[in-house]
């Protein structure tokens, strides 16, 4: 049996094909203003590299913001469910599972069956997403995916006040007059949207294992703010961008079933 799980993110539609629950194929494309399009092109990319045409989908479920925009009719799932299954699914310890992606920020407690037991969400706010990051790049003149690196370079935790995006700019901006080194901001960035993500894990309980999943998650200095801040190691899966999209993979199989 073959069954897709598409993810229809703010910023990327991610697409997981499975047979009979092992993954064989991915595929990925930019959001855009044509959220069909997008979507259509993730899926024919991940069925042409499973070398398979679209009527060899069994089923399909759909999550993420957009999902009432995928193609086809697929069954319906919220966030929060498909990255319980997904992270469950990869790390069979996992009991919190933290989601990070361009415009929102979750955290999760789940079951050993990857069923969800409470949930906290951080929307309306870039505050804790990779949006923040970003923006903070740019008012750091410096590109989105060497600003992590760049925080681990840092000698010293600096505080930064500000937690809503325009004014955390202003203050990037205050710093970097103040001469205050690359560095040192980047992690300070890293340190605020940690801690806003942290706390709100913490209002549905941290379990010793701890699952970080989204595109922020590739980030090394966003992963070592949240694992300061915890205090404890946490686990990233390989391709965690495509967590979602295997949890909606895994419910379409169920429901297949």
């Given at each position: 049996?073959?069954?897709?799980?598409?993810?229809?993110?703010?910023?990327?539609?991610?697409?997981?094909?499975?047979?009979?629950?092992?993954?064989?194929?991915?595929?990925?494309?930019?959001?855009?203003?044509?959220?069909?399009?997008?979507?259509?092109?993730?899926?024919?990319?991940?069925?042409?590299?499973?070398?398979?045409?679209?009527?060899?989908?069994?089923?399909?479920?759909?999550?993420?913001?957009?999902?009432?925009?995928?193609?086809?009719?697929?069954?319906?799932?919220?966030?929060?469910?498909?990255?319980?299954?997904?992270?469950?699914?990869?790390?069979?310890?996992?009991?919190?599972?933290?989601?990070?992606?361009?415009?929102?920020?979750?955290?999760?407690?789940?079951?050993?069956?990857g069923k969800v037991v409470d949930f906290a969400v951080n929307?309306?706010?870039?505050?804790?997403?990779?949006?923040?990051?970003?923006?903070?790049?740019?008012a750091l003149e410096t590109p989105v995916e060497e600003i992590?690196?760049?925080?681990?370079?840092?000698?010293?935790?600096?505080?930064?006040?500000?937690?809503?995006?325009?004014?955390?700019?202003?203050?990037?901006?205050?710093?970097?007059?103040?001469?205050?080194?690359?560095?040192?901001?980047?992690?300070?960035?890293?340190?605020?949207?940690?801690?806003?993500?942290?706390?709100?894990?913490?209002?549905?309980?941290?379990?010793?294992?701890?699952?970080?999943?989204?595109?922020?998650?590739?980030?090394?200095?966003?992963?070592?703010?949240?694992?300061?801040?915890?205090?404890?190691?946490?686990?990233?899966?390989?391709?965690?961008?495509?967590?979602?999209?295997?949890?909606?993979?895994?419910?379409?199989?169920?429901?297949?079933?």
């Amino acid at each position: 049996m073959v069954t897709a799980g598409i993810d229809m993110g703010a910023k990327w539609v991610k697409v997981v094909l499975l047979r009979d629950g092992e993954v064989i194929a991915r595929g990925k494309a930019l959001t855009g203003f044509e959220q069909k399009a997008s979507a259509a092109k993730a899926l024919a990319d991940a069925l042409g590299q499973a070398g398979l045409s679209a009527d060899a989908i069994d089923r399909t479920a759909a999550t993420g913001a957009g999902r009432k925009d995928a193609p086809g009719s697929p069954i319906e799932l919220t966030e929060v469910t498909a990255a319980a299954l997904g992270a469950v699914q990869i790390e069979r310890s996992a009991r919190t599972v933290i989601d990070v992606g361009a415009e929102e920020g979750r955290a999760i407690k789940t079951t050993d069956a990857g069923k969800v037991v409470d949930f906290a969400v951080n929307e309306k706010c870039a505050a804790g997403s990779g949006a923040f990051t970003e923006a903070m790049a740019r008012a750091l003149e410096t590109p989105v995916e060497e600003i992590g690196p760049l925080s681990l370079q840092s000698s010293q935790a600096i505080p930064m006040n500000a937690q809503c995006a325009v004014f955390a700019e202003s203050e990037v901006v205050s710093l970097l007059h103040a001469r205050t080194p690359k560095a040192d901001i980047a992690r300070a960035v890293h340190d605020a949207i940690a801690n806003r993500i942290v706390s709100m894990a913490r209002k549905v309980g941290i379990n010793e294992h701890v699952v970080l999943i989204g595109g922020v998650a590739r980030n090394v200095g966003f992963v070592d703010a949240v694992e300061r801040e915890l205090g404890l190691k946490i686990t990233v899966p390989p391709d965690p961008e495509f967590v979602s999209a295997l949890g909606a993979a895994l419910h379409a199989a169920e429901r297949r079933g």
